[in-house]
């Protein structure tokens, strides 16, 4: 892969009990959103504890 630079955008959702939901998207052109992949279930659950969990630095 050559040298990028790229922007993303999480989102995740768990209220009222309902399943949770994980979308993942990329900054497009001017001020648009292009959704690149989404996540329901435990999979969306574990992969936005991954993306919060702070690690020591």
């Known amino acids: ?3 990028k630079s790229d922007t993303f955008l999480v989102s995740f959702d768990y209220t009222h009990g309902d399943i949770p939901v994980l979308i993942v998207g990329r900054r497009g052109t001017e001020k648009e959103i292009d959704i690149v992949n989404a996540f329901k279930g435990n999979e969306a ?3 936005y504890q991954k993306l919060t969990k702070k ?3």
Request: hydrophobic share 45%; glycine share 12%.
């Open 45 to 47: 659950k574990e992969l």
């Open 55 to 57: 690690v020591g630095i």
């Open 1 to 3: 892969m050559k040298n």
